[in-house]
């Protein structure tokens, strides 16, 4: 059973910054890229910035300078920075993982989600 742990949401002002982690745990032999993804109230799921298994990333353009997205492979944990935050990155974050598990199957898992307020 593969599963990913999301912390790091909260309530901050314009302009605070905030960290995401997204832990993955379970029978595993290797993750392939991982992303993060946001759905904010009556909005359809976006992706917000995805980190492949060769280190190259790629950002939502309106989060771009602002968010950067690392991961730790030792540690099997993606991370989301979130600096300069506005309202309108307010939203349920959720991370994504592109997991090869021990039978050698490929399978997208997702987070929980979590919250992330961001007042003006």
């Known amino acids: 059973q593969v599963q990913l742990e999301e912390s790091g949401g909260g309530s901050v002002q314009t302009g605070g910054s905030l960290r995401l982690s997204c832990l993955v745990t379970?029978?595993?032999?290797?993750?392939?890229?991982m992303g993060w993804y946001r759905q904010a109230p009556g909005k359809q799921r976006e992706w917000v910035a995805v980190l492949d298994g060769g280190g190259s990333k790629k950002y939502l353009g309106s989060v771009e300078g602002r968010f950067t997205i690392s991961r730790d492979n030792a540690k099997n944990t993606a991370y989301l920075q979130m600096n300069s935050l506005k309202p309108e990155d307010t939203a349920v974050y959720y991370c994504k993982a592109n997991v090869v598990g021990i039978t050698g199957r490929v399978v997208d898992y997702w987070g929980q989600g979590t919250q992330v307020s961001v007042s003006s």
């Open positions: 379970g029978s595993i032999l290797s993750i392939n890229h």
